[in-house]
């Protein structure tokens, strides 16, 4: 039986994962945190904890006061932000006997930076689609006027793909 700190505990990624290790027999005492509070409502985890988002600049003290206190054997994150603020801290985290399964920082740092992403693969070698970072309207005009009347507009980082867009009258430009 281990001792395992689930981030985004309640949301529908992590709850598939806390599913698998309650039906695996293990045993295993689940610890569940979410910075949406209401998530939490939805985790079957055995202790549940409030937690600022990871980009909020008191995530870090909170994160490691909470594994202190919990003292779990394994830390387990879902989104880029989480993995990202969490891959910063790793020596505090181990400094604390918390294990983890993230690869390198660098390596995380690429990964979770879609632009950057997409110049390593692209100098690579690899087919890579035609991109321009948008930065304001008038580079979303570029983009239509480059690549024609269907485009599809994501976040640099993070989930969300903002869904194909065809009139560049009407798409804004958010950060």
Not at 16 to 38: A, H, P, T
Not at 46 to 54: F, L, V
């Amino acid at each position: 039986m281990a001792k395992i700190q689930i981030g985004g505990a309640g949301g529908a990624p992590a709850n598939g994962f806390i599913k698998s290790l309650r039906e695996s027999g293990r045993g295993d005492y689940l610890i569940g945190m979410s910075s949406g509070v209401s998530d939490l409502f939805l985790a079957n985890v055995d202790e549940k904890y409030p937690i600022p988002e990871a980009s909020d600049s008191s995530y870090s003290d909170v994160l490691l006061r909470m594994l202190s206190k919990t003292r779990p054997d394994f830390i387990h994150l879902q989104n880029d932000y989480e993995v990202r603020a969490v891959s910063r801290l790793r020596d505090q985290v181990e400094a604390l006997g918390v294990k983890h399964y993230l690869p390198a920082a660098e390596t995380v740092e690429n990964c979770v930076d879609k632009e950057k992403s997409y110049k390593i693969w692209e100098s690579s070698g690899l087919p890579v689609p035609k991109t321009t970072v948008l930065r304001d309207p008038s580079d979303l005009k570029r983009a239509f006027d480059l690549y024609g009347e269907t485009i599809w507009v994501r976040a640099i980082e993070g989930a969300a793909g903002r869904g194909a867009r065809s009139d560049p009258t009407t798409v804004g430009v958010h950060s």
